[in-house]
């Protein structure tokens, strides 16, 4: 097993376009999370899944904001017309049922909006 | 959820013991208590897990006092590789609510010298 990973690893996009991360998590693990963190800060949760129902949406993640686990294995994260303070990076993580605070974490995708 | 407290940086020399410890008074009854550890331009790395008493594992023991209102994360002998930010969670074990919505502070930055 590789662990979880990310794709891509950095992101440039212009204000206003749209962008799509994607997220492999562990292959056994039945959840799987979100999260964004800004520099010099902890990671923020977003949203996550069980399977492939989204369980819980944090306020931060707004309504240009959409994850998707479509068939309980890797997830999605869109941005739709990014904004500058969308800038950050954006972590999954995944763990197995039974050990959801165990979680594993992927390297991140580092999101520049210009 | 639980909200916890860390110094904000500590420093220490190769070779030495460091101890963080974290505050977490309102820690609820089915509340785990886990370590995090992360470099720069990388995702979090899971260290260790506990509930009370003492937990010790390859990389680190954490220490928790019966009355279960703070933690102490314990490395032994550190090297200028374990030079990152650690962070401290409580996060509720019960699937069925909040179990791995994690909230993380900003963590405490150890710096280790040579």
């Known amino acids: 097993d590789t662990g979880v990973s990310q794709d891509p690893r950095h992101k440039i996009t212009k204000r206003g376009q749209n962008v799509t991360f994607r997220c492999d998590p562990i292959s056994e693990h039945n959840r799987l999370y979100w999260y964004r963190q800004t520099l010099g800060q902890g990671p923020e949760f977003l949203t996550y899944f069980q399977n492939e129902a989204q369980l819980e949406k944090s306020r931060l993640l707004s309504d240009r904001f959409s994850a998707e686990r479509p068939k309980g294995s890797f997830s999605t994260l869109e941005i739709q017309r990014t904004e500058q303070g969308d800038s950050a990076m954006y972590l999954c993580a995944s763990s197995q049922t039974g050990l959801e605070n165990e979680q594993y974490f992927g390297p991140g995708t580092r999101l520049t909006v210009t | 959820l639980a909200k916890t407290t860390q110094p904000i940086s500590m420093d220490s020399y190769e070779g030495q013991e460091v101890n963080i410890t974290c505050s977490h008074n309102?820690?609820?009854?089915?509340?785990?208590i886990t370590w995090y550890q992360q470099f720069p331009s990388q995702g979090p790395r899971f260290i260790i897990q506990g509930y009370k008493t003492k937990v010790t594992n390859e990389v680190a023991s954490l220490f928790i006092p019966a009355d279960r209102k703070s933690s102490t994360l314990s490395l032994p002998r550190v090297s200028l590789s374990d030079t990152a930010v650690y962070y401290c969670?409580?996060?509720?074990?019960?699937?069925?609510?909040?179990?791995?919505?994690?909230?993380f502070g900003d963590g405490t930055t150890l710096t280790v010298k040579p």
């Open positions: 309102n820690i609820a009854t089915n509340d785990y």
């Open positions: 969670l409580v996060g509720d074990s019960n699937v069925n609510t909040n179990a791995g919505k994690s909230t």
